[in-house]
């Protein structure tokens, strides 16, 4: 008998850095407690004008919000007989070690498991709520938790698709929803813009190459009778500049998720 080893280690693949994107849309902060208690402070500073003689001054308190996150465990653990550990007849495979490897690429990629998990379910539960209480993702999220007269903005942003829009004219306009959308929110005082701008988009390996070609494109074939023309292309390099989506970054996570056509979009 002849022993002939063959291992898979399509496990590189997860510690590969061309596939993790999760560090582009969160950011990690090392914990050295069971629990964490992370006070936000909210911009709510607003200046009044008084007239000419200055009038009275309106006091007001710092507005903070306190959420708490207890750390959780994650592991995974391997059994081998004893036999299996001394046996070297098998042309010396290890299967400890073999498990290891894949164990702790498994771990680089569990961040990126646990982040496209939030993107897929963070509408529809409880999983991963913000910091206001609400869904991660809602429509109704409070400007200023602690002051429901400021109102209330969505990052839910309908009827804006872009993969399988009816021509790249629609998704040209959509994308420019969406753009509007994220700069006309307020801060925390419900009156100043909070500058928000487009910075990347998330989408699935089938949505990708169609953002991709959007988002670089010179030029966008325009349908007839759009803008008063008979049809042709029109030059949109400048204006996909000036929305400044940036880079599309696939997500394989996101594959089959709502028909594909479901995207996410990173603000700075």
Same mark, same amino acid.
């Not at 550990?85 to 894949?102: E, K, R, V």
């Not at 996570?253 to 995207?263: I, K, M, Q, V």
């Given at each position: &008998? ?9 496990? $590189?693949? %997860?510690?590969? $850095? ?10 990690? =902060?090392?914990? +050295? ?9 909210? #911009? +709510?500073? !607003? ?13 007001? #308190? ?11 465990? @994650? ?11 001394? #046996?070297? #007849?098998?042309?010396?495979? /290890?299967? *400890?070690?073999?498990?290891?490897? *894949?164990?702790?690429?498994? @771990? ?19 999983? *991963? ?25 969505? /990052? =839910? ?10 021509? /790249? ?21 419900? =009156? ?9 988009? %998330? ?12 988002? /670089? ?11 008063? +023309?008979?049809?042709? &292309? ?12 940036? !880079?599309? =970054? ?9 028909? !594909? ?8």
């Amino acid at each position: &008998s002849r022993w002939r080893v063959i291992q898979e280690n399509s496990y $590189a693949a %997860l510690s590969s $850095a061309s596939n993790l994107w999760w560090s582009k849309c969160s950011r990690f =902060i090392p914990s +050295t407690a069971r629990t964490e208690h992370l006070v936000w402070v909210l #911009d +709510t500073v !607003d200046i009044q004008g008084r007239g000419p003689s200055g009038g009275t001054i309106s006091f007001e #308190d710092m507005t903070t919000l306190e959420t708490n996150f207890t750390n959780e465990f @994650a592991n995974a653990g391997l059994k081998l007989l004893k036999s299996q550990l001394l #046996d070297t #007849d098998q042309n010396g495979i /290890n299967l *400890g070690a073999a498990w290891m490897q *894949g164990a702790a690429q498994k @771990a680089v990629y569990w961040p990126q498991r646990q982040i496209s998990t939030l993107l897929r379910y963070g509408a529809t539960s409880t999983y *991963g709520l913000a910091y206001d209480g609400k869904t991660f993702f809602a429509s109704d999220h409070p400007v200023n938790p602690k002051d429901t007269r400021k109102g209330t903005y969505s /990052n =839910i942003i309908t009827s804006a698709g872009v993969y399988g829009a009816a021509t /790249n004219e629609v998704a040209l306009q959509n994308l420019q929803k969406v753009s509007g959308a994220i700069r006309s929110l307020k801060m925390a005082d419900g =009156i100043t813009p909070r500058f928000l701008q487009p910075k990347a988009i %998330l989408c699935s390996s089938v949505a990708y190459p169609y953002f991709a070609q959007i988002t /670089n494109a010179k030029f966008l074939a325009l349908s007839a009778g759009s803008s008063g +023309t008979s049809g042709g &292309s029109g030059d949109i390099d400048g204006h996909l500049q000036s929305l400044g989506f940036g !880079d599309v =970054i696939e997500c394989p996570e996101l594959n089959g998720f709502e028909s !594909d056509t479901t995207y996410f979009v990173l603000a700075q």
